[in-house]
């Protein structure tokens, strides 16, 4: 039963996601579909969706967040200290990614976005929350020099072809801001964790030194869809039948408290430089199309208008949709399966993009550079994956005999056995994951629920 389940969560996925990127290149690349040229108000607009299905979720399910924040100075101290940066960065975020639909193919968008790795790893090391190591440094490396192959095109040679890879650029270099921005907001969480852990005890905490409270390790994150999520397994978290266990705040709390601050900024960056008005009224998507004899008109009704807030509004509840799916995957399965899921949901995009939208993938230097990016993306979630496992059982034989020095052959006979152990010490406990991921345009909610626990 559970495998079927994971298969119909994971199915969701793919489902929301892909449609979710055809849909904003359909309604944002001005050779087809609507052509819109204000996507930053529409992404302020779709986080209107996401609250209102927020809510609906909220009151059919009787969440609620126990944790409160108090009146006051508290109340003001944490929306600038965790609700705000938050709210920049994810908007800023998807907003980058929006806009770099007007201008970049699809396919080069998803590839970018899997860039957003090696800027963790870059803000990582700045700010001290990721330990350096050569193997780091060459997956950024290997990184960039796949961007660099996917985008670079030796043809534009006459006037029409610079101007068309002038945009090319711009919009490679919107997304490859957007993922700056994805990898600034995770480190920053991390950052604040830990010194809001610090402060809590005196010194940095680890992932076995509280109990009961749930404290990422940030070196064993894995990557899904070029964001970084935490793994389960590296996490202490409560029984269903503690005393806390309700504690903490569930996702779908989380994207409500965030979506509003993530409206207003990108609402507020629409106005700077989008200027929407009094144009964004007279947009084709509220409009019937109508053509009589040869000439064409476009008919503005009540169902249109209907329609056009249909239309603009329905990411917005494939968003929240991906966040169940995403949430429920977390339930069943392990992270690793969800990266792996997420390496071969970025394959289909590409496929669907190809199909669908007519993309083409220009030059043998750009398919080696897509093949570089993702088996580098591939390389990078094995080598998470080793070293935690390695931490592991580095801590099972400090346990048992601090002398005892294993080599390659003991992590890789005892490796299927002490996940089998792991697996079954999950279930007999009961607990339970409760948290998502920052996959596609979805936000970090576990990272922000674990600082709004922190400040507490």
């Not at 199915?11 to 929301?16: A, E, K, M, R, V």
């Not at 991390?190 to 404290?215: F, H």
């Not at 249109?304 to 807030?309: A, D, E, F, K, T």
């Not at 088996?375 to 390695?390: G, H, S, T």
Request: aromatic letters at 12%; glycine letters at 6%.
């Amino acid at each position: 039963m559970s495998t079927q389940l994971l298969l119909l969560y994971i199915g969701g996925w793919y489902l929301s996601s892909i449609s979710i990127s055809l849909f904003h290149k359909w309604l944002f690349d001005p050779l087809r579909g609507f052509h819109i040229p204000y996507p930053l108000l529409i992404t302020s607009l779709q986080q209107i969706t996401l609250w209102i299905c927020a809510y609906i979720f909220i009151k059919a399910k009787h969440l609620k967040d126990t944790r409160k924040v108090e009146q006051g100075s508290s109340r003001l101290k944490y929306y600038l200290k965790y609700i705000l940066p938050t709210a920049i960065a994810t908007g800023g975020d998807i907003g980058c990614s929006n806009f770099s639909y007007k201008y970049v193919p699809l396919t080069i968008v998803t590839i970018i976005k899997s860039s957003s790795i090696a800027f963790v790893l870059l803000f990582g090391c700045l700010f001290k929350v990721e330990r350096f190591h050569k193997k780091l440094l060459l997956i950024v490396i290997i990184m960039f020099f796949g961007v660099i192959l996917m985008v670079y095109d030796p043809s534009h040679k006459n006037e029409e072809n610079r101007k068309q890879y002038s945009n090319l650029l711009f919009g490679c270099f919107l997304v490859l801001i957007g993922s700056c921005l994805s990898g600034l907001r995770w480190v920053y969480t991390q950052v604040v964790l830990r010194k809001s852990n610090t402060g809590a005890s005196g010194k940095e905490s680890n992932i076995n030194s509280v109990e009961g409270d749930i404290i990422t390790d940030n070196q064993n994150e894995i990557v899904i869809d070029g964001s970084v999520v935490i793994d389960a397994e590296r996490l202490q978290v409560k029984s269903i039948d503690q005393k806390d266990s309700d504690d903490k705040p569930h996702s779908i709390i989380i994207i409500q408290k965030l979506t509003p601050s993530i409206g207003v900024v990108c609402l507020i960056a629409s106005l700077i430089f989008e200027k929407p008005f009094p144009g964004f009224f007279h947009l084709s998507i509220f409009k019937f199309k109508s053509v009589i004899g040869s000439e064409t008109e476009y008919i503005t009704t009540f169902m249109s208008i209907l329609r056009g807030i249909a239309l603009i509004g329905l990411p917005g509840v494939d968003i929240f949709f991906l966040t169940l799916c995403e949430f429920s995957i977390l339930q069943i399965s392990q992270v690793l399966t969800l990266s792996v899921a997420g390496i071969v949901k970025e394959v289909l995009t590409i496929i669907f993009s190809l199909v669908i939208l007519n993309e083409r993938i220009k030059g043998l230097h750009s398919w080696i550079g897509m093949a570089v990016i993702l088996l580098d993306v591939v390389y990078y979630n094995y080598y998470r994956y080793n070293e935690k496992k390695k931490d592991e059982y580095m801590k099972i034989i400090d346990d048992r005999n601090p002398h005892e020095v294993p080599n390659d052959d003991y992590f890789i006979i005892n490796h299927e056995k002490e996940e089998v152990n792991t697996s079954q010490q999950n279930n007999q406990k009961g607990s339970t994951v409760t948290y998502s991921i920052a996959s596609d345009p979805v936000v970090q909610e576990y990272e922000l629920s674990n600082l709004i626990n922190s400040s507490k």
